[in-house]
T-cell receptor, first 113, second 117 residues
Framework: QQQVKQSPQSLIVQKGGISIINCAYE??????FPWYQQFPGKGPALLIA?????SEKKEGRFTISFNKSAKQFSLHIMDSQPGDSATYFC????????????FGEGTQLTVNP | ETGVTQTPRHLVMGMTNKKSLKCEQH?????MYWYKQSAKKPLELMFV???????ENNSVPSRFSPECPNSSHLFLHLHTLQPEDSALYLC????????????????FGPGTRLTVL
């Protein structure tokens, strides 16, 4: 099973709040889990990524939490800002397929001022 | 220019037209990708090239024909498209696309917004 399920489809958060986006996968061979951020009129850009040997990775206000047993991972955006308003995609890949990414459906985040 | 560029940014074509999308990467990468992005759907991988050789065709209809003359350039030739082919077409590149190695970061271009009438 190659799918990656992402939720919610859209999310509205107040400035300063915490944004949480969740993803679940089936294929236990996945070993790389990136999050991409896409602004209108732009292509997706890598935001942060994690490998399953750690349960959490933090870069600034962005944190990935990873639960290997539940086959779930999530993106947390602390102190959300209007400039964070974008579409976020989770993805997964495995070494045996090179850089082939399987993407989630995307979450449109709106941060209100 | 830096990164991954795509031209044109917008394209409107009839079902009988023939057009081409162009992608150029200035990152010295060896792998290039075509994706289709439709609203509320995951990015769909269409084609992968590694060192100019096609390594993946994800069951894409023959009305889409890719071409990779060198590691820096990637084209998508379009002919007799259908209205359901209207979407954002994204090009990406990565250092390599080698099975058995850690996943390389993919860098995306801004896309070509295609409308088929």
């Amino acid at each position: 099973q190659q799918q990656v399920k992402q939720s919610p489809q859209s999310l509205i958060v107040q400035k300063g709040g915490i944004s949480i986006i969740n993803c679940a996968y089936e294929n236990t061979a996945f070993d790389y889990f990136p999050w991409y951020q896409q602004f209108p009129g732009k292509g997706p850009a890598l935001l942060i990524a994690i490998r399953p040997d750690v349960s959490e990775k933090k870069e600034g206000r962005f944190t990935i939490s990873f639960n290997k047993s539940a086959k779930q991972f999530s993106l947390h955006i602390m102190d959300s800002q209007p400039g964070d308003s974008a579409t976020y995609f989770c993805a997964a890949s495995m070494e045996t397929s090179g850089s082939r990414l399987t993407f989630g459906e995307g979450t449109q985040l709106t941060v209100n001022p | 220019e830096t990164g991954v560029t795509q031209t044109p940014r917008h394209l409107v074509m009839g079902m009988t037209n023939k057009k081409s999308l162009k992608c150029e990467q200035h990152l010295g990468h060896n792998a290039m990708y075509w994706y289709k992005q439709s609203a509320k759907k995951p990015l769909e991988l269409m084609f992968v090239y590694n060192f100019k050789e096609q390594t993946e065709n994800n069951s894409v209809p023959s009305r889409f024909s890719p071409e990779c003359p060198n590691s820096s350039h990637l084209f998508l030739h379009l002919h007799t498209l259908q209205p359901e082919d209207s979407a954002l077409y994204l090009c990406a590149s990565s250092q390599d696309q080698l099975a058995g190695y850690p996943t390389d970061t993919q860098y995306f271009g801004p896309g070509t917004r295609l409308t088929v009438l």
